[in-house]
């Protein structure tokens, strides 16, 4: 069964690092993964998604990178901003035949101090 | 530009009652999907639908039934609420399903509280 886990489960940081938020899963049979980002009392807004045949993918101050051989990926944020204070999600997409089902992980909770 | 649609932001329900969360996507999505958010559990998929006329179950499909009533709309019943079915409950939806490396759009959730 596929498990995804993220580590830490919350982060706080000061204003202008960069900083890296990890995601792992188990079964490296995956067609793609994105990472999400939720606001406190909203839904989830896509960030990135990396097909199984990239390495990875980059939009503005966010990389995403895939290792799917070692069941890992990381995102990536330069110079933090206290804008980006979100909780991050990774999900990944099973790769079986006619699903469309994601499985998510249950998230990094960061929070950008000025 | 409203993107999905959810319908209530909130809802209170006692143990036994019965209600319908409704969804609705104005960007021609053909996939639809409903999941549920809990503390520590990260989103689960109740059901979902690949296209209009569809619909298949999910991780936690028990005390649900959906309906994908037209392309833009794909509800979620709740026939006889417990109290485990509190959570946050999510309406996604895709252009094509996932294989076809489409990102999810979500709408902004109902909280439901069963007491």
């Known amino acids: ?114 | 530009n409203a993107g999905v649609t959810q319908t209530p932001k909130f809802q209170v329900l006692k143990t036994g009652q019965s209600m319908t969360l409704q969804c609705a996507q104005d960007m021609n999505h053909n996939s639809m999907y409903w999941y549920r958010q809990d503390p520590g559990m990260g989103l689960r998929l109740i059901y979902y639908s690949a296209s209009e006329g569809t619909t298949d179950k999910g991780e936690v499909p028990n005390g649900y039934n959906v309906s994908r009533l037209n392309k833009r709309e794909f509800s979620l019943r709740l026939e006889s609420a417990a109290p485990s079915q509190t959570s946050v409950y999510f309406c996604a939806s895709q252009l094509q399903g996932a294989l076809y490396n489409s990102p999810l759009h979500f709408g902004n959730g109902t909280r439901l509280t069963v007491t």
Request: with cysteine; glycine share 8%.
């Open chain 1, 1 to 114: 069964k596929q498990e995804v886990t993220q580590i830490p489960a919350a982060l706080s940081v000061p204003e202008g690092e960069n900083l890296v938020l990890n995601c792992s899963f188990t079964d490296s049979a995956i067609y793609n993964l994105q990472w999400f980002r939720q606001d406190p009392g909203k839904g989830l807004t896509s960030l990135l998604l990396i097909q199984s045949s990239q390495r990875e993918q980059t939009s503005g101050r966010l990389n995403a990178s895939l290792d799917k051989s070692s069941g890992r990926s990381t995102l990536y944020i330069a110079a933090s901003q206290p804008g980006d204070s979100a909780t991050y999600l990774c999900a990944v997409t099973k790769g079986e035949r006619n699903t469309d089902k994601l499985i998510f992980g249950t998230g990094t909770r960061l929070q950008v101090f000025p």
